[in-house]
């Protein structure tokens, strides 16, 4: 028999404990719902296994990939059709990305000297030389942005550690150098090397030479600008010159870009 006064349920609880429970039941469920809501769930770009750039292959052409890397350089188009090349940089190893102009609203706060980006690419490869693509300007995510440069502040008295070379700037005095030498690294400093011409072609804007000496080979590219000053018929093999300018990665090999027409300098034979 119950107890007069007391209202039981089957399994023992109280009537009245039972309407308590229902009545802060509403309140539990909210709270758990606002904890849920804080947590969001991993983005694909979290999970997306990187792969390091030291470990692309031609191999891998048409494969996509996630890539992070330092941008190194960036060179703008030389022609209409022809696109922005920006060399990325991952434990000293270096590979072109391309894009074109229709991107670059998008992608121009993204993409500075110095940013370290998370780029979804594709592999590919042009003129035998891989380089990786993005089909669109959200492939490229921006993960850390250069320092900027206080130009108001005092120079600091101890040399510090930078990830990149210096830009080259006029007041860089050129390296002379053996091209044997000269490394991927070596994005933006001004170099002189001396050789002969091994071989020479016009390309779009300009005109390339390979020049080499006792230690090696390097491409020398020399836009029309330049290219209007010079006596394009003594840039033939064989003939020995000297070239100052800038190092700089093209379509994923290393190049000499002079910048003017006396940086060129044949040697009277």
């Known amino acids: 028999m119950p107890t007069p006064g007391r209202l039981h349920s089957r399994n023992g609880i109280t009537f009245a404990e039972h309407i308590r429970c229902r009545r802060w039941l509403p309140i539990f469920v909210a709270l758990l719902g606002t904890n849920l809501a804080g947590l969001s769930p991993a983005t694909a770009s979290d999970t997306t296994p990187l792969t390091p750039v030291a470990a692309i292959t031609k191999s891998m052409t048409n494969h996509d990939v996630t890539v992070e890397a330092m941008i190194a350089s ?18 000293n190893a270096s590979v072109p990305l391309v894009y074109w102009s229709d991107m670059q609203p998008q992608l121009a706060p993204k993409m500075k000297k110095g940013n370290v980006i998370r780029a979804d690419v ?5 003129r035998d030389n891989i380089q990786l693509r993005i089909k669109n300007p959200d492939a ?5 942005a250069a320092p900027e440069a206080t130009t108001n502040s005092p120079a600091p008295t101890e040399a510090t550690a930078s990830p990149t070379p210096p830009a080259a700037t006029a007041t860089t005095p050129p390296t002379e150098t053996v091209i ?4 991927d690294d070596w994005a933006n400093r001004v170099v002189t090397i001396s050789g002969t011409i091994s071989g020479s072609e016009a390309v779009a804007n300009g005109r390339r030479l390979n020049v080499q000496d006792a230690t090696g080979e390097i491409a020398v590219l020399i836009d029309q600008k330049v290219l209007s000053a010079l006596a394009v018929a003594d840039l033939q093999p064989g003939r020995a010159l000297s070239v100052t300018g800038p190092v700089q990665l093209a379509d994923g090999k290393l190049a000499v870009v002079p910048e003017t027409a006396s940086a060129v300098k044949l040697v009277v034979q």
């Open 140 to 144: 490229i995510t921006l993960v850390s």
């Open 122 to 126: 594709t592999i590919s490869t042009y």
């Open 180 to 183: 044997g030498k000269i490394k």
């Open 74 to 91: 960036i060179r703008a188009p030389r022609s209409e059709r022809a696109p922005y090349i920006v060399t990325l940089t991952e434990s």
